[in-house]
């Protein structure tokens, strides 16, 4: 009954997502067997929860299904790094149990409240070897996260201050997938996620919204399309992009 029950939530939620959020998921569980349904878990964590602890014993995967979570690196000098920020739908834990390793390779905290599906390793990792369309595309995605992270962190090594914040703002908009972009990050947070000082944000801001690449309202930051362009044709001569 339990199982019965789980299923009928996973189905429930599935048909509950947003357009591309239920198409990628119900394209990734196409194949799985009533078994793996069944021992699925919704869960959801409140803002501001670590879930994943890194080096801690592989033990579980998480597919965020809405929410925003952030990866954390505390190691360099014990300053906080946002490295990457992760937007649904996105599994957790699976790149570990595929290169067969035992410990979290990185701490994993949400940013807002989230909603995700939890399932244990072994019997992930069972469906996992057994499922080529999912395999596929956890493949894919893993691929995607390494060049990406690859990308920015050899952008971030020759850019500095404004621009560097203009790099992190492009990125920001882009995947909000939306033609105008709120923040709503604090300056904290800006100064994790680009590694530069709150001394440096602020300067950067400022600057940032005096040659209109950005609109203030509060404590909110606003990007418009029209900015975003302007940013990206800003940093074109530098990174010899279109």
Not at 21 to 41: C, G
């Amino acid at each position: 009954m339990a199982g019965e029950d789980n299923v009928k939530k996973i189905i429930e939620l599935q048909n509950n997502l947003s357009g591309e959020k239920r198409e990628y998921l119900n394209r990734y569980l196409s194949s799985s067997p009533l078994w793996f349904l069944e021992s699925m878990q919704i869960i959801r964590k409140e803002k501001n929860s670590i879930f994943i602890e890194e080096n801690a014993e592989v033990d579980k995967v998480y597919i965020l299904v809405d929410g925003i979570v952030r990866a954390i690196d505390y190691r360099i000098c014990g300053i906080v790094y946002d490295y990457m920020w992760f937007y649904a739908v996105k599994v957790f834990g699976a790149m570990e149990i595929l290169l067969n390793m035992k410990k979290y390779k990185t701490t994993l905290k949400t940013v807002t409240e989230c909603t995700m599906i939890m399932i244990s390793k072994s019997t992930f990792e069972k469906w996992m070897l057994n499922d080529i369309n999912a395999l596929h595309m956890e493949i894919e995605s893993m691929g995607s996260y390494l060049l990406e992270q690859a990308r920015k962190e050899r952008v971030f090594l020759f850019l500095q201050g404004i621009d560097r914040v203009v790099y992190l703002f492009i990125q920001i908009y882009e995947q909000s997938n939306e033609n105008q972009c709120v923040l709503n990050l604090t300056r904290i947070q800006l100064s994790e996620r680009s590694g530069l000082s709150i001394k440096t944000i602020n300067r950067a801001i400022k600057k940032m919204e005096e040659d209109e690449f950005i609109n203030r309202s509060g404590n909110k930051i606003i990007i418009t399309n029209k900015q975003y362009h302007a940013m990206k044709e800003y940093l074109a001569p530098i990174m010899d992009q279109p």
